[in-house]
């Protein structure tokens, strides 16, 4: 079994310019899935600053409040395109986002993708506000 075909991916964050805003992802609906996990890809963090991710919950669809332990930091020793990823199994809020914190300095962000896991409905097919131009899956193809 692949993957792609028990994940749903959302772009819940685009690329953002160097700067110290604390920027929020997309909300995210559970209803119908196990776990959900944020991957904040980072890019340039200067001199002394430092990148976090809290993940939130919320009842509602908005963002909600921090959940304890839920959060990654990077400080400027990171390279670019190091990642930052929280994975939030069985969380007990319907609604998940994410804020990400730039702190001290200036830092790069190049996203944040927002994997729901595990859904109750297969084969999982892709919103129709998917950022997803294309994608593929192969099962073992031949050489060319």
């Not at 890019?43 to 304890?68: E, H, R």
């Not at 990171?78 to 702190?103: C, E, N, W």
């Not at 994997?115 to 060319?144: C, D, F, H, N, W």
Request: aromatic share 4%.
């Amino acid at each position: 079994m692949q993957l792609s075909n028990d994940v749903l991916a959302t772009l819940g964050l685009i690329q953002t310019a160097d700067g110290q805003t604390d920027p929020d992802t997309a909300v995210v609906d559970m209803a119908g899935w196990d776990g959900v996990r944020f991957i904040c890809v980072l890019g340039v963090i200067t001199g002394a600053g430092t990148v976090s991710m809290q993940v939130k919950g919320s009842a509602t669809d908005a963002v909600g409040a921090a959940l304890a332990g839920a959060v990654a930091l990077a400080t400027a020793t990171a390279q670019g395109g190091s990642l930052l990823i929280v994975d939030v199994f069985k969380p007990i809020h319907r609604y998940m986002s994410a804020t990400i914190t730039r702190a001290v300095a200036n830092s790069v962000l190049g996203g944040v993708v927002i994997e729901r896991y595990r859904g109750v409905k297969k084969p999982i097919t892709e919103e129709a506000a998917s950022q997803i131009v294309a994608g593929v899956s192969v099962v073992s193809p031949a050489l060319a």
